[in-house]
């Protein structure tokens, strides 16, 4: 966890360095997608109190802001990262403030949240689902949801060859981690969770799933002209997913 936490620091210093072209980002918006809009719409009419776990550099939670939510308190382990996102938030005035600290265990009160928003490359900085789960949960008041835009955990399996997908002979469904070979690399060590695994510890952490579904589109793509022949559709490469607390 502490080395992961170092890499993060170093990488996130990318917030910092293109700050203006988040800002304009940021100004612009579209950080939250069309197809992540449409299932927490019902959730946003409400006007909700959102936790981001994870939120690294903050321009979803712009667009959560603007689609209607309240308020946005991020919790990062990241400083640099938390510090650019506020400074942005400030310059922006929105309302969102960013908490430093090491999840699981974020440093908020238990009900806080209408709404807990993560994903995006979260879970797989997670090396025990269980306690993740159980904070996402607590965080929740009675009747509130937890929404996940994640990677999907087929992905580590996916090689980037352009003339046709191949199964990395490197990699299995079911590892429980590999060494990071792309952003932020540097040793990161990232978990393998199955899509098993990932609703098994949430409906165990008292959620009830409201919609799980699987997307061809990659959430992430190399800054360079990578064009993947396993991002072209036939493949999964991300999912979303909705519970909620019930009661
Ligand atoms: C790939 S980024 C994604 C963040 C965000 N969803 C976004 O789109 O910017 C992963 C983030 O998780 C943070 N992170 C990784 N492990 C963490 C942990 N155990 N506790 C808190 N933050 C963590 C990193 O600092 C980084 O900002």
Redesign the pocket.
Same mark, same amino acid.
């Given at each position: 966890?502490e080395s992961?936490?170092q890499v993060?620091?170093k990488a996130?210093q990318k917030h910092v360095r293109e700050y203006d072209d988040l800002l304009r980002q940021a100004r612009e918006g579209g950080?939250l997608l069309p197809r992540e809009r449409t299932v927490l719409r019902p959730a946003l009419i409400a006007e909700p109190a959102v936790v981001?776990?994870?939120? &690294?550099? /903050?321009?979803?939670d712009v667009d959560l802001i603007r689609s209607g939510a309240r308020s946005v308190v991020g919790?990062?382990?990241?400083r640099v990262?938390t510090s650019a996102a506020q400074r942005r938030a400030d310059e922006l005035g929105l309302a969102c403030r960013y908490v430093v600290?090491?999840?699981?265990g974020a440093p908020l009160a238990t009900g806080c949240a209408d709404l807990v928003y993560? &994903?995006? /490359?979260?879970l797989i900085?997670?090396p025990d689902l269980t306690p993740w789960a159980q904070d996402a949960a607590r965080l929740l008041r009675p009747g509130g949801h937890l929404f996940i835009y994640e990677s999907h955990p087929a992905v580590p399996l996916w090689s980037w060859d352009a003339d046709q997908p191949r199964i990395r002979p490197d990699r299995s469904y079911f590892a429980h981690s590999f060494v990071n070979d792309s952003?932020p690399a540097d040793g990161a060590v990232e978990w393998q969770w199955t899509l098993g695994e990932i609703v098994t510890a949430l409906v165990t952490a008292g959620l009830s799933l409201v919609h799980l579904s699987e997307h061809p589109e990659p959430f992430?793509r190399p800054q360079d002209d990578t064009d993947a022949a396993a991002w072209h559709g036939r493949l999964p490469n991300t999912f979303m997913l909705l519970a909620r607390r019930p009661g």
């Open positions: 966890m992961n936490r993060w620091e996130s950080s981001h776990l994870q939120s &690294g550099h /903050g321009l979803d919790v990062d382990f990241s990262a600290a090491e999840l699981p993560t &994903g995006k /490359g979260a900085w997670m952003f992430w």
